[in-house]
């Protein structure tokens, strides 16, 4: 138990356009969410939190006109990179953790973009 | 939260146990010990967390010295599969709402 799954894994687009990354929580409900980043060989950076039902709360430096955050529903979250760059190539992480096990993290399999 | 240092690269060979250091000298009274992995282009996987007491499980022991000022991640019989970045996180409580914060971690390679 406890999964969840990101789509789509892999994504290519041209710059300027948006991107939607889906994050889901299969076999729980998830008030929370947070998205990460990471670019190569670097470490994973928090872009912000995502709230159900509310707005989403972003890291200092994190651009939330870009990084447009949609937690409509207790099993679904949705980043879009919008006017995307080649700089925003990078792979995107959501998770989601469960309060009953301790607070433990479950990352999705990561999406990793490319911008051309 | 309270920083953590851990050595960059360790090196095992296979059906070894691999030991890996996170030193937390700040950590506070009511904040947990977790460590997670990253193996190449995948996301984060939990391995084990704890308080202050020895955990175990299927993955790995968590050793917590008594003054918790640094932690041991032991897994017990290194396999190929088990090379990827070993992160030690130090957070508060167990809330769900809570944030991880990663470090640079430590990339264990498990040699043949």
């Known amino acids: 138990g406890a999964v969840v799954s990101q789509h789509p894994s892999r994504v290519i687009c041209k710059s300027g356009t948006s991107v939607k990354i889906e994050c889901r929580s299969l076999d729980f409900q998830a008030t929370t969410m947070f998205w990460y980043r990471q670019f190569p060989k670097q470490s994973l950076m928090l872009m912000a939190t995502?709230?159900?039902?509310?707005?989403?709360?972003?890291e200092q430096g994190v651009e939330k006109d870009k990084f447009l955050i949609n937690h409509a529903s207790l099993t679904l979250s949705t980043l879009t990179v919008t006017s995307a760059h080649p700089e925003d190539s990078s792979f995107y992480i959501c998770s989601a953790s469960l309060e009953y096990r301790g607070g433990e993290a479950f990352f999705g399999q990561g999406t990793r973009l490319t911008v051309v | 939260d309270a920083k953590t240092t851990q050595p960059t690269s360790m090196d095992c060979a296979e059906g070894r146990a691999a030991n890996l250091p996170c030193n937390h000298s700040?950590?506070?009274?009511?904040?947990?010990v977790y460590w997670y992995r990253q193996i190449h282009s995948q996301g984060p996987q939990y391995i084990i967390h704890g308080l202050k007491n020895n955990e175990t499980n299927e993955m790995a022991s968590l050793i917590i010295t008594e003054d918790r000022k640094s932690s041991t991640l032991i897994l017990p019989h290194a396999t190929l599969r088990d090379t990827a970045v070993y992160y030690c996180i130090v957070r508060n409580s167990g809330g769900s709402n809570y944030k991880l914060t990663f470090g640079k971690g430590t990339l264990l390679t498990v040699n043949p």
């Open positions: 995502s709230n159900e039902g509310s707005k989403a709360t972003y």
């Open positions: 700040t950590i506070s009274g009511n904040e947990y």
